[in-house]
């Protein structure tokens, strides 16, 4: 039984598991971006990877999972695995449920990557979906994909980013209103620089500087840009 012709069953209990491990690469420097996916169901698995010319490292992970599960064609007990802690706490800790509440907007700013949401969430909808975070095992064979497929695959364009950035499109006026910034406070709280809901960190050692008087317990750290945030919250007297 392949991928494909996984047999359709209306009982929860039956539902047929399959594992879905995405990994992107990117070279900033000449302009690509690819994923790798691999669909695993019993003992058969199917490996996918596309190139695109512009994109994000947040856009390439979306458009890996979202392509890994349009191969679905049966309803299934999907087990994904990504090593983008960006992607999994939006739905293990329910921030994409709150942004939909919300017309796509959080703390007066836009949620990036609208479109890739809006279809990753539809797709969640037809299967039951389980996100977990991997760095290892299959999730580097994922990681070995992309990074074969930018000499094997055709660049693809995302329309929907390229459309938005002017860089790509000189002639483009269509920009994105500039929202009012907002303080960093808390873990889902988006980054100033691009709109990406951040995460927590705690350091695996306390840094306490010469002459001061508090540490910081953990920090925020935005997924994509890895720009930090220390915030009053964490702060903590010696």
Request: charged share 25%; net charge positive.
């Amino acid at each position: 039984m392949s991928i494909e012709t996984i047999t359709e069953s209306n009982d929860l209990s039956q539902l047929p598991e399959v594992d879905l491990y995405c990994n992107g690469y990117s070279e900033i420097k000449i302009g690509k971006s690819a994923y790798g996916v691999i669909l695993s169901h019993n003992e058969h698995e199917k490996k996918i990877s596309e190139v695109y010319r512009h994109t994000t490292t947040n856009r390439i992970d979306l458009l890996g999972i979202i392509n890994g599960l349009r191969h679905l064609k049966k309803k299934s007990k999907v087990f994904i695995y990504t090593n983008s802690m960006y992607i999994v706490d939006s739905f293990n800790k329910g921030w994409i449920y709150s942004w939909v509440e919300n017309n796509w907007v959080s703390n007066k700013k836009n949620i990036a990557n609208v479109d890739l949401w809006k279809q990753l969430l539809e797709l969640t909808q037809a299967h039951e979906v389980i996100f977990s975070y991997s760095k290892e095992g299959k999730i580097l064979q994922c990681l070995d994909l992309a990074k074969i497929s930018f000499k094997n695959n055709a660049v693809l364009i995302d329309d929907f980013y390229e459309n938005l950035n002017d860089k790509y499109h000189p002639e483009s006026t269509n920009t994105p209103p500039i929202l009012p910034t907002l303080k960093i406070k808390k873990e889902g709280d988006l980054c100033r620089k691009c709109n990406i809901p951040v995460i927590k960190k705690t350091p695996s050692h306390k840094k306490i500087q010469k002459n001061k008087s508090y540490y910081f317990e953990y920090y925020l750290l935005c997924p994509d840009c890895k720009t930090m945030y220390m915030v009053e919250e964490a702060k903590k007297m010696i």
